[in-house]
């Protein structure tokens, strides 16, 4: 009985050959059906199980804070990230991603900087003046609970990118710019301004209770 095909050149693919390509194309088809759901109800034909095997965390430094932070600001700004391929039909290559990032950026007065000629006290100790330097915005903190992404599109070829990537449709880019425009959201809002008040209600409070009748304080 003759167990291989015809080949060109009298040679014949062996029969576990035969077998091989076979279970290879299979698993292929598998792999795609998987990745792309391209069959409804089909995607948990290889259910995942997760384990985290993540080491300890490692302190690296610890850094003293000579800042009151004043104030803090909540935003939320939905990114609309869209990357196009010269000549080619979005359904080929491109990717669209509607990212909603969610973060806080802190207002703060360096007083690490104070020496003595920044504070004035009288003789008898019931007044006192202190000059600050203008408060600062720190950086936008995404919030990884309320940050997500609404929607993802790409083309066939990023698709297909994907399967052979490390970091499949990462959000780096969209992450970066939602915190981009939550800086600059922070700088308009009034938040350094907001934190100089509280700064100064904070040091009022303070020495009043110390026995000082008035207190002045100044920016700049």
Known sequence: METSSARP???????WGRIGVGLAVLVVLLVLVERFSLLPGFGGLFGEETR???GPALLKSIQDMERYEAAVGTFQVVVDLEKDAAFLPDAIRGTRTLYVGS???SGYVDLGGLSEGNVTVNGDRTKASVRLPHAVLGTAALDPERSYAVSKQRGLLDRIGDLFSDNPAGEQAVQKLAARHIDEAARDSGLAERAEKNTVSM????????GFREVTVAYG
């Open 203 to 210: 040091l009022e409070g303070l020495l009043r209770s110390l």
């Open 9 to 15: 050149g009298g040679l014949r693919r062996p029969w």
């Open 52 to 54: 985290d095997r993540s």
């Open 103 to 105: 973060g806080t950026v």
